[in-house]
């Protein structure tokens, strides 16, 4: 089968034939229809310092992808050949205190589909039963393909009650701009979303935030002016992994406000802890999806009328890679597709 692979350990990624992958007792074999770019796969193909340390070549990429079941392991149960699936890419390890538990999102042990093992960006992908979401409503075939960052949205926005709530967003990347789509349909007052990227701003102002601001020319206390709030934010989703943004946040946090930080810094900042303590903000980090509550959100999210469709800006064939990678890489659309059937 063809898959886009990260084969040798330099910057690039190589189109070839691959075996396909076995399918283990308690596995599905999931034909892809449609695969999403994700930041990680960006990382993995420039090569850089996070992915030396991380990777061993060779790996097929990917983790957010839809597809059809075409087989099941002879212990899969409830999960059909034809039936439209989406995938946790969190392979979790079931032993662990927290796994026990059900609490599976806070998995010690976790191991990343398309980063620690073999990923969607081929023809065929294997996964365990206990890792497939079954679309059970039909859903839009673009869409389905990023349940992954979709559910990084929902996961960081439902993390505190947002109704009536005003909502601070830093960072209108993909997920951001899905993080404002459904703050919006889930009835916050304001949804403000900042950054520097005009084009990224032009996205969120199409989802219908109450303000989409340029952090590059003017302020989030500015922002708070022109839409007349008096004591500061009640909610903040950090979604650019940026110290300034995190730092500006804090700064515009009402008393007892609360935070959700979704975006990974690329180092250790400091921040004003003691506005923090003396506020007595909450800040809570969020990583990945809970499974699968969060999956269950993002399903009953789009049948109640969730749209994000302007959230994604490209697609290309998967002959096409290397263009859908530049247009990733470029920073200024939103969520690039990369159909694997034609
Ligand atoms: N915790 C998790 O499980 C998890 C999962 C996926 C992604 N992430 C992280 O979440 C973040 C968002 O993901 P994405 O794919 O949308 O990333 P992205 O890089 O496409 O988006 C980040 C956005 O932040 C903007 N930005 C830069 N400086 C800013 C500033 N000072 N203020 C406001 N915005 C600023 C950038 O222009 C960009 O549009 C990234 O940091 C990513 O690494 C975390
Ligand atoms: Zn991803
Ligand atoms: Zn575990």
């Known amino acids: 089968m063809k898959a886009l ?12 034939d691959v075996p396909e992958p076995a399918v283990g007792p308690g596995d599905v074999l999931i034909k892809v229809e449609r695969t999403g770019i994700c930041g990680t796969d960006l990382h993995i193909r420039a090569w850089d310092g996070w992915a030396r340390r991380t990777i061993s070549t060779p790996l097929v990429l990917g983790h957010e992808f839809v597809g059809v ?7 899969v149960q409830d999960i059909t050949p034809g039936d439209r699936v989406s995938g946790e890419g969190h392979l979790v390890c079931g032993k662990c205190r927290n796994c026990q538990a059900g609490r599976r999102h806070l998995c010690r042990a976790t191991v990343g589909l ?40 929902v996961h960081t926005a439902l993390s505190f009650p947002l109704v009536g709530e005003d909502v601070l967003i830093t960072g209108a990347g993909p997920i951001g701009l899905m993080a404002a789509a459904v703050a919006r349909h889930a009835g916050a007052r304001n949804v403000v979303i900042t950054d520097i990227s005009e084009e990224r701003l032009e996205l969120a102002r199409k989802i219908g935030v ?16 022109q839409l007349g709030l008096r004591e500061g934010f009640d909610i903040g989703l950090e979604m650019s992994g940026r110290p300034e943004a995190m730092r500006d946040m804090i700064a515009n946090m009402t008393h007892g406000g609360r935070i ?25 980090g969020i990583y990945g999806r809970e499974m699968f509550e969060t999956w269950y959100a993002m399903s009953v999210l789009l049948e109640g009328g969730l749209d994000l469709a302007p959230v994604i800006t490209g697609r290309y064939g998967y002959r096409d890679h290397e263009a859908a990678f530049e247009d990733a890489a470029s920073g200024r659309g939103g969520k690039i597709i990369l159909d694997w059937t034609d």
């Open 5 to 16: 692979v990260k084969d040798r350990a330099e910057p690039g990624l190589r189109l070839m």
């Open 69 to 75: 079941v075409v087989r099941t392991g002879p212990d």
């Open 114 to 153: 398309g980063v620690g093992r073999d990923g969607a960006f081929a023809e065929y992908v294997v996964l365990p039963a206990a890792n497939v979401w079954v679309h059970r409503v039909p859903v839009d075939l673009d869409v389905a393909a990023i349940f992954d960052p979709f559910g990084n949205a």
């Open 210 to 225: 109450s303000l989409a601001l340029n952090v590059g020319t003017s302020t989030i206390a500015d922002g708070q002016r």
């Open 260 to 284: 959700a930080m979704l975006g990974l810094p690329a180092e250790e900042f400091a921040v004003d802890w003691s506005r923090i303590v003396t506020s007595m903000i909450t800040v809570k």
